[in-house]
């Protein structure tokens, strides 16, 4: 998600700054948006020329104090509170003042995460939606504090690399698309671990007859199975509505590393 973002930011035009934890980590991110750019030169919808000024707009590092100047800083890490408010610390600490301090969670409540910082008024939800180059919604959150400038500001930053926006008032866990999407799968899971049907055929049901570009099972794959465990978890816990509570084959499969797309195999399997 990390790398998408700097991707669509830099071809946009911004100046990025992309920060990872290890030097491996950011050789991974950058080859794939080399590869991703790639993908959109050899389709003809992107110049060569295009994507090498956005690759050149790409600086990378380790160091998080280079996040200073930013004007936008947008946290892209693990879905696990207790990461994103050690990252919110910091970024308290170092971030210019009027700088808006953006979390890409798809289900952790933003007031949660702006309240370790001094500054929960410049806190805001930007949860893209993966492949980041590909997808065109943006949801914008409001913590309990965010202000209108924050939202405002986050609003302008993410149409203008190419999104269209939709904002969620109440800063509720899930917000509205991982709480839809969760619901869902969670429930065709329940079906296919009840022996009810297959993955193949409740997908093709949610696509033929909802009209889905995707069944729900092909979504978990793609987004990946722990991260939508720990989504409907998160739901779970912070509302106690047993239709989020993850089923026992998801908790197995994550145990097992059948992760989805990612690890070669989930609901479906994958070559390599």
């Known amino acids: 998600m ?14 990025v700054v992309l ?3 290890t030097d491996a980590a950011l050789g991974k991110g950058t080859a794939s948006i080399e590869k991703s750019l790639g ?3 050899a389709k003809g ?11 050149a707009r790409i ?13 936008v800083v947008v946290e892209a890490a693990f879905e696990s509170l207790e990461v994103k408010q050690e990252i919110f610390r910091e970024l308290d600490r170092l971030c210019r003042d009027g700088a808006v301090l953006a979390t890409n969670t798809s289900a952790i409540p933003i007031t949660q995460i702006g309240a370790v910082t ?27 504090k965010t202000s209108d400038e924050t939202l405002a500001t986050a609003r302008a930053f993410a149409e203008s690399v190419g999104k269209t926006c939709v904002v969620v008032n109440r800063d509720v866990a899930g917000f509205v698309t991982t709480r839809l999407i969760c619901a869902l799968a969670m ?30 099972l092909a979504t978990t794959d793609l987004t990946g199975v722990d991260i939508l465990r720990n989504a409907s978890m998160n739901i779970y816990t912070d509302t106690a509505d047993e239709k989020f509570f993850p089923p026992e084959s998801l908790s197995r499969m994550v145990a097992a590393g059948d992760l989805g797309r990612k690890s070669g195999r989930g609901f479906y399997t994958y070559d390599s």
């Open 2 to 15: 990390g790398s998408g973002i700097a991707q669509v930011a830099a071809v946009a035009g911004h100046d």
């Open 19 to 21: 920060r990872d934890v």
């Open 39 to 41: 993908r959109f030169v």
């Open 45 to 55: 919808t992107l110049e060569a020329s295009d994507a090498e000024a956005a690759l």
């Open 59 to 71: 600086t990378t590092t380790t160091d998080l104090d280079a996040v200073a100047p930013a004007d």
């Open 118 to 144: 001094e500054r929960p008024e410049a806190v805001v939800g930007t949860h893209f939606f993966s492949p980041v180059p590909m997808m065109d919604l943006c949801e914008l959150v409001r913590g309990y």
């Open 187 to 216: 429930e065709a899971i329940r079906l296919v671990e009840s022996g009810v049907a297959s993955a193949e055929d409740i997908d093709t049901a949610c696509k033929l007859g909802f009209g889905h570009a995707m069944g729900p």
